[in-house]
């Protein structure tokens, strides 16, 4: 086998084989950004602003919307007490009405009690 093929064939191996740094350019970070914030938010968008008209008004300031993924849509409220009260919205034909806004794009609603930015400013936060 002459040389030069043979290099070849290891060059062209070794293109398939081996890691590649990751790409710190422009165009690189447009990629990761792209990834990470913008297809999220595209996501969530509408769900967001179908969630502010349709969620009771006090409840609304004391919920975030985490993410959206498998169709299983992650919300943190403020507080045990809110969490009860959204969970009985939800029950009563709240999460319904979102399902069938967002068929094929949510199938559940998992809700978690967390901090939410502006719950403790109006003291809605319970106590730890």
């Known amino acids: 086998m002459d040389e ?3 290099s070849a064939r290891v060059g062209r191996l070794r293109e398939r084989r081996v890691w590649k ?3 710190l ?3 690189g970070m447009k990629k990761d950004f792209e990834r990470e914030v913008a297809r999220p938010y595209r996501q969530l968008a509408g769900v967001a602003a179908w969630w502010a008209e349709h969620v009771p008004g006090e409840l609304v300031g004391q919920t975030r919307l985490e993410g959206l993924s498998r ?3 992650r919300v943190t ?3 045990a007490p809110a969490m009860y009260e959204l969970d009985r ?3 009563e034909g709240l999460e319904r009405e979102l399902l069938r806004a967002f068929a094929g794009k949510v199938r559940k609603v ?3 009690v967390g901090v939410v930015e502006g719950a403790e400013d ?3 936060e319970s106590p730890r």
């Open 122 to 124: 109006r003291g809605d």
């Open 71 to 73: 169709e299983v849509l």
């Open 4 to 6: 030069s093929v043979f």
């Open 89 to 91: 919205a939800l029950r």
């Open 110 to 112: 998992r809700l978690s």
């Open 21 to 23: 740094g990751k790409d």
């Open 77 to 79: 409220v403020g507080g």
């Open 25 to 27: 350019t422009l165009g």
